[in-house]
């Protein structure tokens, strides 16, 4: 018997309307047991190709090709046929959990809907305890009473893994599956899908722009470049035996913990300080006695995993959470703990760049007018000069002048946390706030955005509180890094002394984890 369960050949799709190319004869396999990791830019077809081998294309486009899924021609099946296939034979991993998993479901809701949507409706309570099992996730009433929104990244993600795997299907395609997760959850999601492929002798297609944690855990790498497959070869020699130019330049774009930091030089007066903040939801702490300061013209990372508390000091700094005990100023001024309640100008000091654009950016407003808008209700600036503002923030953070007209559903990934940018520095803070700002972005386009933060940052004596996951970026562009376990600090340093010898358990384990995906 074959160990090849999908085959995709010759594989085009196109848009129907202009022609355009998205898939340009593509050839990949999946084989019984192994890993195909599928890298590229934002553009390159990743999840293109990753949908065709559910037989599913979005309206407007046109596909010629073959794909099989075990014996099965996709393009040949009927409806009723695919409806069966999908879920059972071949299974889905959505790159957003949250957004696939029914808010208003408690979790026991969701695994009985799968369940029984192929007819498994014997003794669903056993499989579901069996599959929270084999993803480690408890299956204890009180746990699978939950919603989705009351689990953290990390276990949303297990619980859709759980998901694809309910049917023991063939293969499974996984979009990426890893994206916003810290270093830590992502090796142990990583650990879980190689152990679930060993023991099911699954194919997994593995799409990823995370280049570095494709080489650490798949069998196979096929690099995709406008729609092609460039370059595929055994992941273990792709660090060292790259051919295309493309492939090489993606690895040279790769952030690493060990690389040496650039040296610089911290402004004298301090902007901010955080002094004794305890934040809480609710009743439920958040963070404890937290306190650290950031210098005019500096740049602290926090890191940590999911749940130590980044974001919500980040946002308590912002004012969009006000549930906290301590202090927090701003040269030397206490600031609200309310952002309605501050004046205008420490409004416009610190500005929040959040880690999805897309659900900043009103859908309704050109991206050019909500750059603008910025600037005439925080900047002080008349509608003229605000639109001559947003033309230059524009041109500055690399968006042409013609993408100011259009609507952010137009625009990449990369685009959108540009417009995102420009439109925090159209009022000129002192202060910006940055979170997790690359984690959905390939590594050249994280790699440009980078750049121009630090650009920025030299030219504007901005300060910036830049929150992480990722230990090799926070090297590239920080200067200190601010450590956090369970909402506590548990060291704190220049970002060259952390990294390089770390006092605290946890900080060593999360440098271990990295180096995990070098």
Do not use: W
């Not at 989705?148 to 694809?164: C, E, T, W």
């Not at 004596?461 to 600090?489: N, P, W």
């Amino acid at each position: 018997m074959s160990d090849t369960v999908v085959q995709v050949t010759g594989l085009d799709v196109m848009v129907k309307e202009t022609g355009v190319a998205i898939l340009d004869d593509v050839t990949v396999s999946l084989e019984r047991g192994q890993i195909l990791g599928v890298a590229g830019e934002t553009g390159s077809g990743k999840s293109t190709l990753g949908l065709s081998m559910l037989g599913y294309r979005s309206p407007g486009l046109d596909a010629h090709g073959e794909v099989t899924v075990a014996g099965t021609t996709l393009s040949e099946a009927t409806s009723t046929t695919l409806r069966s296939i999908r879920g059972r034979v071949v299974s889905y991993v959505p790159q957003d959990p949250s957004s696939s998993l029914n808010p208003g479901m408690r979790l026991h809701g969701i695994f009985r809907e799968v369940l029984s949507a192929h007819g498994s409706t014997a003794d669903c309570a056993k499989r579901t305890a069996e599959l929270m099992d084999a993803v480690g996730l408890p299956a204890t009433d009180e746990f699978l009473r939950r919603f989705p929104h009351q689990l953290s990244g990390g276990q949303q993600q297990r619980v859709a893994i759980a998901l694809a795997f309910a049917f023991s299907p063939v293969a499974v395609i996984m979009d990426e599956p890893t994206t916003g997760l810290d270093v830590t959850s992502k090796r142990r999601i990583v650990e879980l899908i190689r152990a679930l492929v060993e023991r099911e002798g699954t194919a997994v297609a593995f799409v990823s722009h995370d280049l570095r944690l494709l080489i650490s855990c798949a069998d196979r790498i096929a690099i995709m470049q406008r729609g092609s497959v460039v370059e595929e070869m055994p992941a273990g020699e792709l660090l060292n035996h790259a051919k295309h130019p493309y492939t090489r330049r993606l690895l040279s774009a790769l952030p690493r913990t060990d690389a040496a930091a650039v040296p610089r030089q911290r402004g004298q007066a301090t902007l901010l300080t955080v002094d004794g903040l305890s934040a809480r939801y609710g009743r439920r702490p958040a963070t404890y006695d937290v306190g650290f300061d950031v210098a005019a013209g500096e740049c602290v990372a926090l890191v940590g995993e999911s749940g130590s508390g980044k974001t919500t000091i980040a946002r308590a700094v912002a004012g969009l959470h006000p549930h906290y005990e301590g202090s927090i100023r701003l040269a030397g001024r206490q600031l609200a703990r309310d952002v309605t309640r501050r004046a205008v100008p420490e409004r416009a000091s610190v500005q929040y760049v959040f880690q999805n654009p897309g659900g900043s950016l009103n859908p309704r407003r050109a991206v050019g007018n909500s750059i603008a808008l910025a600037a005439r209700r925080l900047g002080g600036l008349s509608r003229s000069a605000s639109r001559t503002r947003a033309a230059e923030l524009a041109e500055r953070v690399g968006l042409t002048a013609d993408l100011l007209g259009a609507m952010p559903h137009e625009l990449s990934g990369g685009q959108r946390q540009r417009v995102a940018l420009a439109r925090a520095l159209a009022v000129e803070p002192a202060l910006l706030i940055c979170d997790e700002v690359t984690s959905a972005l390939d590594v050249s386009v994280q790699a440009d955005i980078v750049d121009l933060l630090g650009d920025l940052q030299r030219e504007r004596e901005l300060a910036m509180l830049f929150i992480t996951h990722d230990l090799g970026l926070a090297r590239v562009i920080s200067d200190r890094v601010v450590v956090l376990f369970k909402g506590s600090i548990v060291e704190q340093g220049t970002t060259e002394g952390v990294l390089r010898a770390p006092s605290h358990d946890y900080t060593r384990q999360l440098l271990a984890d990295a180096r995990l995906q070098h």
